[in-house]
């Protein structure tokens, strides 16, 4: 199988092609680090119709768009990403890493002396009757933080369930809108007293009833039917059920996660194990691309620095660096 570089004596292997992946490639091919970008097809990025908070964007740039903006800049530095996906990954002796690649023309392994996790997370999808893909879809968005700007002052509900579900009403409740509803979809609140004091002093409404049937209208949900015949009307749904977060490589490794699966890092974006990095919403945070693409520009420079010392030793007294990392 051919490989866009040698899968021998790789400086990294980065395991995601989305936003943060792309933007390590770059500052790696600028370093003038050989690396190879390993990517399944799936980023999450994709999935958002337009984001507004990414400077230089201000009338909005969809996420398909991010995605083919960030390839064609890494690509004029010769990177072009692999189309597959990482089966596994080992320590290889003390100066790095094996990986076992998997193709549509084969397989083969790969060696490098560190590795850059940007596998990013899945968003857990509302069960809702008759529409199993509904975020992907773009029918229910989840990203508050992205556009909830503008969804200011129009009717807002919020699917979910406990203080996750409840911290993203009020947050949408405090900053962008007076009219917000917390669906359950079924499941009870279980919301201890200070919990539902948030609610109330928001003004959240609080709906545990199952949702029987949907109005879908114009690439929206116009409205839900709950089991008990009521139908309310929104003009946005919000999905705050979580990620699954795309960590097991780094588990397997051994690298710390916390509870739901999401990877630890210290300042430099590594993991507890040694030149093994992660960048991005696989990383325990705020989930947002300028945050991803950051992690993105720590990790590479850390990795620039410090590529030639052995993974096991990492001692950083005397590394020459061109910034404070």
Sequence with gaps: MSLPVSQNGLDCLIVGGGPAGMTAALYLARFRRRALVVDEGDPRAAWIPSSHNIPF?????????????????????????LDGRVAALRKSGRDGFRAEVE?????????????????????????????????RRGLVRYCPICDGYESRDRRIAVIGHGPRGLGEASFIARTYSDDVTLLTLGRPLDLLPPQRAL????????????????????????????????????????????????????????AERDAAGAVLVDAHCQTTVKGLYAVGDVVLGLDQIVVGMGHAAVAATHIHNHCELPVEDGPTAGVESASRD
């Design 57 to 81: 964007f201000a009338d909005g740039i969809p996420g398909p768009e991010i995605l083919a903006r960030v390839r064609e800049h890494a690509g004029r530095y010769g990177v072009s990403p």
């Design 103 to 135: 193709t549509r023309e084969g397989g083969c392994e790969v060696d490098a002396r560190r590795v850059l996790l940007a596998t990013g997370g899945i968003d857990v999808e509302p069960d809702l009757p008759d529409l199993p893909d509904a975020v």
């Design 199 to 254: 609610a109330e002093r928001h003004r959240i409404r609080l709906v545990d009833e199952p949702i029987s049937g949907l109005d879908v209208q114009d690439g929206r949900i116009a409205a839900v039917r709950t089991s008990g015949g009521a139908e309310l009307r929104f003009d946005i749904l919000y999905s705050a059920l979580g990620l699954t977060y795309r960590s097991g490589l780094a588990g397997a490794l051994g």
